[in-house]
């Protein structure tokens, strides 16, 4: 009878320790799932801040064509350039967010795995 005890305490602490690796497992899953998701929420806030920024300078612009002498081909070019920059800038705010984008589908992608797979 303490054979067959000793036996079913050791299938015990072996389950007990696969379960504390499964949990552990998930424990850091959980802690880098949600350094993805404030990482990428602070990354959207900022290209937010950006393109409203860049929008308040269009807006800004737009109205004072007048001033800018956009009638002339000087002030004329000079606007085409200053749209120009403001298209290059947007740009470059969505492929920064394309590219993060990106880089957190695949951390997330590897995440789920780690939910998904037994610990050994």
């Known amino acids: 009878m303490s054979e ?3 036996s079913l305490v050791a299938v015990i ?3 007990q320790a696969l379960l504390a690796r499964q949990h552990d497992a998930v424990a850091e899953a ?3 799932l949600a350094d993805v998701l404030a990482s990428a929420h602070a990354a959207m ?4 801040r950006r393109l409203d920024a860049i929008a308040a300078e269009l807006d800004r612009a737009v109205p004072d064509q007048d001033q800018l002498a956009v ?3 000087m002030g004329a070019r000079e606007f085409q350039t200053f749209l120009v920059a403001k298209q290059r800038e947007i740009v ?6 394309h ?3 990106r880089a957190k589908s ?3 992608k590897r995440l789920r795995a780690q939910y998904t797979e037994p610990a050994r």
């Open 13 to 15: 602490q072996e389950r």
């Open 30 to 32: 959980d802690r880098e």
């Open 106 to 108: 695949a951390v997330l």
């Open 71 to 73: 009638d002339t081909p």
């Open 4 to 6: 067959q005890a000793g």
């Open 99 to 101: 590219e993060l984008d």
């Open 45 to 48: 806030r900022e290209s937010v």
């Open 92 to 97: 470059a705010v969505v492929a920064a967010a």
